[in-house]
């Protein structure tokens, strides 16, 4: 586990030390649940690069064809 810093308003302080108290767990459990919580929620990028190119759509499904037209491994 790597340690962190972070500075928080008293309110805020106090707050979590009552949810972690009334939760039984540390403070820093309850930081931690609740980043990890706003991580899975977040929007992952997504690759836009997919099917820009052009090129044959059928390399997955008939790869020997492919292979055999192109000479890829001959000398």
Not at 45 to 50: G, K
């Amino acid at each position: 586990m790597k340690k962190t810093s972070l500075y928080v308003e008293a309110d805020l302080d106090l707050a979590l030390d009552r949810l972690a108290e009334a939760a039984g767990l540390s403070k820093a459990e309850v930081i931690r649940r609740a980043l990890r919580d706003a991580v899975a929620r977040a929007e992952r990028p997504r690759l836009t690069a997919i099917g820009v190119g052009e090129g044959p759509g059928d390399v997955a499904d008939d790869i020997d064809r492919h292979l055999d037209e192109t000479g890829f491994g001959r000398r």
